[in-house]
């Protein structure tokens, strides 16, 4: 997951330096790149996350709300990001930059929902997967129980 955020965390700076250099300076090759790496990027990272690491997060009740929350984010974040591919796309192969301003809020928006998307799962998420991939899972189960189950032992 750290490995994954390093790597999105290097899209967002890409972006940043992209909006940065709108309209006049932009790099048509970056925005290739950018434009290739994106949603491939994204996607895998979220699948990962979604499939391996949200489930053990969220082996505590009360971290379903945040699980739901990230989800949606990912969902959102990979909506904008394919807008974002298609323009890219346009910039990099040659096309008129007609609405810089308009293109520019849309590189910030999600680059910015994904570093607080980021520092959220950094903050919250990533040292509970940590700890609970340590842990075997029997015992995670069994600590995060409250009280014993009432349903075994009166068997003997
Ligand atoms: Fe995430």
């Known amino acids: 997951m750290e490995e994954r955020h390093a790597a999105k965390l290097e899209i967002c700076d890409t972006l940043e330096a992209i909006a940065d ?11 290739l790149v950018m434009a290739a ?3 491939p990027t994204l996607r895998e990272a ?3 996350e979604e499939q391996t ?5 969220a082996r505590r009740e009360d971290r379903a709300g945040s699980v739901r929350r990230l989800c949606a984010e990912h969902v959102e974040d990979e909506s904008l ?5 298609e323009m890219l796309l346009h910039v990099g192969h040659g096309g008129e930059i007609a609405n810089p301003e308009a293109l520019g809020f849309m590189l910030r928006a ?4 994904m570093r607080r998307h980021i520092a959220f799962e950094r903050e919250h998420v990533v040292p509970i997967a940590r700890r609970a991939m340590r842990t075997p899972a ?9 009280a014993p189950r009432a349903d075994r032992g009166s068997e003997r």
């Open 81 to 85: 990001a394919e807008e974002l591919t």
């Open 37 to 39: 790496l994106l949603l």
């Open 138 to 146: 029997s015992r995670l189960t069994a600590s995060s129980r409250r």
């Open 53 to 57: 690491i949200f489930p053990v997060f």
């Open 21 to 31: 250099s709108l309209p006049a300076g932009v790099d048509r090759h970056r925005c």
């Open 46 to 48: 979220h699948a990962y």
């Open 110 to 113: 999600l680059f910015e929902a």
